[in-house]
Nanobody
């Protein structure tokens, strides 16, 4: 089985910073794309940023210049450094990994349990 364990959420004032981490555990053969999504109350879950195994990144427009996604392939871990946070960044942040388990012929998407990020004074 595979488990994605997230950490790093919390309450921060506007303009502050947080760093989210997500580690994938289990019988993992390979991880393709890893990413962070967020879901605010009453809204759909949207992509914030993603990163390929080779390090190519993609960001939603509102995150460009403020957020940085990175990964450690040896640790099966993805990070999201969030700076200059705004109240509209408040949401539950979910980690996603497209990965292949040992014994499986295909890649599948797995999700973390979510971590709350609240930006408020």
């Amino acid at each position: 089985q595979v488990q994605l364990v997230e950490s790093g959420g919390g309450l921060v004032q506007p303009g502050g910073s947080l760093r989210l981490s997500c580690a994938a555990h289990g019988s993992i053969l390979s991880i393709n794309v890893m990413g962070w999504y967020r879901q605010a109350p009453g809204k759909q879950r949207d992509l914030v940023a993603s990163i390929t195994r080779g390090g190519s990144t993609n960001y939603v427009e509102s995150a460009k210049g403020r957020f940085t996604i990175s990964r450690d392939n040896a640790k099966n871990t993805v990070y999201l450094q969030m700076n200059s946070l705004k109240p509209e960044d408040t949401a539950v942040y979910y980690c996603n990994a497209n990965l292949r388990m040992w014994g499986s012929p295909s890649f599948y998407d797995y999700w973390g349990q979510g971590t709350q990020v609240t930006v408020s004074s």
